[in-house]
Nanobody
Framework: QVQLVESGGGLVQPGGSLRLSCTTS????????IGWFRQAPGKEREGVSC????????FYADSVKGRFTISRDNAKNTVYLQMSSLQPEDTAVYYC???????????????????WGQGTQVTVSS
């Protein structure tokens, strides 16, 4: 059974950092694209970052470029999203999602992703 479980969210002050984890099971992580998305209250879901399969290329939304870093540890079946210089506008529920197989490049459109985690809340506030 394919599963993705996010963790690591919480409350952080503006300018702070958090690292989100997406623990996966039921498939070979290295073979698949993984994406991170977020949804703030009253707003549409937004793609944040993704990484292609087999050490594929990373891609970031303009809103997080230079502040967020995606990485994966295939031995731990886990994908990470390191977030720094967090701002109140980064407040949202963050989701990881499973994309296609054997794609070096990735994109941030919802339709490219088939299985989603339950999300983890990130709140940036003083």
């Amino acid at each position: 059974q394919v599963q993705l479980v996010e963790s690591g969210g919480g409350l952080v002050q503006p300018g702070g950092s958090l690292r989100l984890s997406c623990t996966t099971s039921g498939f070979t992580l290295d073979h698949y694209t993984i994406g991170w998305f977020r949804q703030a209250p009253g707003k549409e879901r937004e793609g944040v970052s993704c990484m292609g399969s087999v050490n594929g290329s990373a891609f970031y939304a303009d809103s997080v470029k230079g502040r967020f870093t995606i990485s994966r540890d295939n031995a731990k079946n886990t994908v990470y999203l390191q977030m720094s210089s967090l701002q109140p506008e980064d407040t949202a529920v963050y989701y990881c999602a499973l994309g296609g197989a054997y794609n070096y490049y990735c994109g941030l459109s919802d339709y490219e992703y088939d299985v989603w985690g339950q999300g983890t809340q990130v709140t940036v506030s003083s």
